[in-house]
T-cell receptor, first 113, second 113 residues
Framework: NAGVTQTPKFQVLKTGQSMTLQCAQD?????MYWYRQDPGMGLRLIYY???????DKGEVPNGYNVSRLNKREFSLRLESAAPSQTSVYFC????????????FGSGTRLTVV | KNQVEQSPQSLIILEGKNCTLQ??????????LRWYKQDTGRGPVSLTI?????NTKSNGRYTATLDADTKQSSLHITASQLSDSASYIC????????????FGAGTQVVVTP
């Protein structure tokens, strides 16, 4: 049982390049989330998808877009990467938005130079 | 200003000793408070979850307490082991926030032989 799988694990981008972070869960969860984690700060919500077919902005959505491809997959896209987007990105899922049980992926460490 | 503050930022303890981590929050009202453990290079994993009406919750050698009147929580680690070396994150779920959790920055614990 893999849980939440994120790819890639590491990525280096040049300023202005684009990329998509992939996330897939195999727990039949309805809700999925993208967070970023920066040194000295708590995880911050970028976008979330309460259920298949819906997406909404979180606390720090600027510079990102998301796609809920199906119930399993939720991708995060950086259209024009900036050094301020250097961070560790975590995807998470839960049965419902108000569920206690969040499962996190192992993260993607992104560096923008 | 972060609504969830944790202290200390980091600590080093000897294997076998106990330690207590602190979490102060201003989130109000809230429905539950969670403690997560995050190993280096991994995503957070849930340790305990307490509703606003609970005072204590244990998970093996981990015991969390909650004082909703003073808006403080603590996580006590008993008889620490080398595998306890990790970051411990306090997370508060605001009432009616529809899953938009507030994360503390974490306390980095290092257990030495």
């Amino acid at each position: 049982n893999a849980g939440v799988t994120q790819t890639p694990k590491f990525q280096v981008l040049k300023t202005g390049q684009s990329m998509t972070l992939q996330c897939a869960q195999d727990m039949n969860h309805n809700s999925m989330y993208w967070y970023r984690q920066d040194p000295g700060m708590g995880l911050r919500l970028i976008y979330y998808s309460a259920s298949e077919g819906t997406t909404d902005k979180g606390e720090v959505p600027n510079g990102y877009n998301v796609s809920r491809l199906n119930k399993r997959e939720f991708s995060l896209r950086l259209e024009s990467a900036a050094p301020s987007q250097t961070s560790v990105y975590f995807c998470a899922s839960s049965e419902e938005m108000e569920s206690y049980g969040y499962t996190f992926g192992s993260g993607t460490r992104l560096t923008v130079v | 200003k972060n609504q969830v503050e944790q202290s200390p930022q980091s600590l080093i303890i000897l294997e076998g000793k106990n330690c207590t981590l602190q979490c102060n929050y201003t989130v109000s009202p809230f429905s539950n408070l969670r403690w997560y453990k995050q190993d280096t290079g991994r995503g957070p994993v849930s340790l305990t979850i307490m509703t606003f009406s609970e005072n204590t919750k244990s998970n093996g050698r981990y015991t969390a307490t909650l004082d909703a009147d003073t808006k403080q929580s603590s996580l006590h680690i008993t008889a620490s082991q080398l595998s306890d070396s990790a970051s411990y994150i306090c997370v508060v779920s605001p009432t009616n926030s529809w899953g938009k959790l507030q994360f503390g920055a974490g306390t980095q614990v290092v257990v030495t032989p």
